[in-house]
């Protein structure tokens, strides 16, 4: 034991694979893994959030220098930048070591309150349509730190009013877009939207309101039958009639193609009935979630490079879908019953987030990670994404907190 102690605190993450594998495991093969936890990461999002406006928002990268590109506050991806600095404000508490970085925990919670204050607008109306639960996220955030903060619930519970207004009863879903429109009784609804009902049940529990509760849950029963395909791979796109709620059609806007499944959709699918199950304990989640995660591993080559869609041939990553899927599997493993199938998400995790720093750690960029895909073939494809970077951060602090890596 103290063997294995000593090298751990050499080797932090030696401890994962001592875990799950009975023979050793060569170390130069781990330390890619280290990077989770490297000081270069704090010292990325100090430099951006120190030196730029906060009225402007680091969105995507470019594809040459890795710059940010920034965008104004009223878009749907705006709450991750703030999201990370309070997520980097965690990390100063759950590492002991160099990974936490030079900064104290207050210094984080400055800058995540600084760049949410730019947000505030959004609370009284926006355009960022179903994706209310990413804008509350640094909100959500300020409430863990300080759940007194009336300026953050009012925040939560805005959002979530937004969000619930959406809400058709006779559809069974709240409507993710206002565009994509083809006939005059389009309702579209999209795997991602399964990302924002976490925002519900935060406000159903700072407002006593249970009707968010039932909204989320009519959401994801509605979309187990309607956006998932036999294999248990999504459609990223279901229109329904809003006048009679049947299903129009199914297709991909960000994918391959129609019939395909695209890759950060089927992440979505994994964190958010992972979220779902940890929120409700209700088993047709957990039995979606383990469904959505087996077409996603199986499905993601031995390199642990996760293509931008299972069904291209182009030779194209997207590494936010594995930063999501990792962070989904990750919650998936804290809630699932099943021992085995808990050891095999968190390894597959770890698997996710190792492959992805050996691919696309990205040292001189202002992103952590390289080649993202937002949109392809939209020309928005090998960046830097904002969103690919928080739930890398996001998965690394999970491993922390379930006890399965020191930093
Ligand atoms: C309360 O939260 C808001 C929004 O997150 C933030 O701007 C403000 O600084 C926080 N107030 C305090 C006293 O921390
Ligand atoms: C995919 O579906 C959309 C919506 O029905 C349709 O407009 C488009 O033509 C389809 N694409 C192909 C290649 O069939
Ligand atoms: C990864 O990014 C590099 C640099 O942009 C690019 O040359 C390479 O083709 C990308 N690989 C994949 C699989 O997307």
Excluded at 63 to 69: E, I
Excluded at 292 to 312: C, G, K, M, Q, R
Excluded at 334 to 351: D, F, G, H, P
Aim: charged share 20%; glycine share 6%.
């Amino acid at each position: 034991m103290l063997y294995v102690k000593k090298l751990a605190s050499l080797y932090p993450l030696l401890l994962i694979p001592l875990l799950y594998a009975s023979t050793a495991v060569a170390l130069p093969e781990e330390r890619s893994l280290n990077d989770l936890f490297s000081p270069l990461i704090p010292s990325k999002f100090h430099a951006i959030a120190s030196t730029q406006n906060p009225s402007r928002y680091p969105h995507y990268t470019t594809q040459d220098s890795g710059k940010w590109v920034y965008i104004d506050a009223d878009t749907w991806t705006t709450g991750f930048f703030p999201g990370t600095l309070y997520l980097l404000a965690e990390r100063t508490k759950l590492c002991k070591g160099a990974g936490k970085g030079e900064w104290d925990q207050e210094h984080w919670l400055d800058l995540g309150r600084s760049w949410s204050t730019g947000m505030l607008k959004l609370t009284q109306g926006n355009k960022a349509q179903h994706d209310q639960g990413f804008l509350s996220y640094p909100f959500v955030e300020e409430l863990k730190v300080n759940p007194r903060n009336e300026t953050a619930i009012k925040a939560v519970n805005d959002f979530a009013a937004i969000l619930a207004a959406r809400f058709s009863p006779l559809v069974g879903t709240t409507r993710s877009w206002d565009h994509d429109i083809y006939g005059p009784n389009d309702w579209p609804v999209i795997i991602d939207n399964m990302m924002n009902f976490e925002l519900l049940f935060i406000s159903s529990g700072l407002t006593n309101n249970p009707t968010l509760k039932s909204i989320a849950r009519a959401h994801a029963d509605t979309t187990i039958k309607n956006q998932f395909r036999e294999d248990g791979s999504t459609w990223q796109v279901v229109t329904y009639n809003d006048a009679t709620g049947d299903v129009i059609r199914k297709y991909t806007k960000q994918g391959y193609d129609n019939s395909s499944t695209w890759a950060r959709g089927q992440a979505w699918a994994i964190h958010g009935y992972a979220d779902m199950y940890k929120l409700t304990g209700d088993d047709d989640y957990l039995q979606t979630a383990r469904r959505s995660a087996e077409y996603f591993l199986s499905h993601t080559p031995s390199n642990n490079i996760v293509p931008w869609d299972f069904n291209s041939p182009e030779d194209l990553a997207d590494t936010s879908a594995a930063s999501v899927a990792a962070a989904g599997l990750l919650i998936l493993a804290k809630v699932e019953k099943n021992l085995r199938n808990r050891a095999k998400w968190t390894r597959s995790a770890i698997n996710l987030l190792k492959g992805t720093i050996d691919f696309a750690w990205a040292p001189t960029w202002d992103s952590i990670l390289s080649n993202a895909t937002s949109h392809h073939p939209n020309n928005n494809q090998r960046t830097g994404l904002v969103y690919g970077d928080y739930y890398f951060v996001q998965a690394a602090n999970e491993l922390v907190k379930q006890g399965l890596a020191s930093c």
